[in-house]
């Protein structure tokens, strides 16, 4: 594995990324995503049929109790950047990110593995983001799985921290835009 922040990590992103994350919405927008775009899969998104993947971006423990993980987890060909939350369990991926990583970049956690995903996005060289399925409310996913540590005073907490981070980030990153296929909770332009 290659840990972000070392020598040997080598993964840079284009200009312009998708982010797709597993809200109920993700299932009317994700096709509108262009055949040519680089797009980074969170976590269960990976398995959005017909979804092209370029990256998949995962971080919740949580994955790995579920039915589609295994398989998933194996099937998958194409390049993985997990958190240690994952590796740690015995998953390893192409690219890895620790804790003591996320303090030393500077890089803003507790905001969803969504937050992470875009704060690395830029760190890598991203500066177009375009999220899609980011509905940052309800505990039910796309495909039916509950999460029942979700709650909407939690999600409340979570928008008001994305938010706060996503405007710090324009003093590091002032030409990076950010923009939402479908509905969030985000304060970004909806496309």
């Not at 060909?77 to 015995?90: A, H, Q, V, W």
């Not at 979570?158 to 938010?163: G, S």
Request: aromatic fraction near 14%; hydrophobic fraction near 40%.
């Amino acid at each position: 594995m290659k840990r972000f922040g070392t020598p040997a990590f080598d993964l840079k992103l284009p200009k312009t990324v998708y982010i797709v994350g597993s809200g109920p919405s993700v299932l009317d927008h994700y096709k509108r995503i262009p055949e040519d775009a680089y797009v980074i899969a969170l976590n269960g998104a990976i398995n959005l049929p017909d979804l092209k993947t370029d990256l998949w971006f995962a971080h919740c423990q949580r994955n790995v109790e579920q039915e589609w993980w295994e398989e998933t987890y194996q099937n998958h060909k194409g390049p993985k950047f997990f958190g240690s939350f994952i590796t740690e369990l015995g998953y390893p991926s192409d690219y890895g990110f620790d804790w003591s990583d996320l303090r030393l970049f500077r890089i803003q956690g507790g905001i969803t593995v969504a937050g992470l995903a875009v704060q690395f996005a830029l760190l890598l060289g991203a500066q177009n983001i375009i999220v899609v399925g980011l509905d940052m409310g309800g505990n039910v996913r796309y495909d039916g799985i509950e999460n029942p540590k979700n709650s909407e005073e939690k999600w409340e907490k979570t928008v008001i921290l994305f938010n706060r981070v996503m405007k710090t980030l324009k003093q590091t990153f002032p030409t990076y835009s950010i923009y939402s296929l479908g509905p969030t909770k985000l304060d970004v332009i909806q496309l």
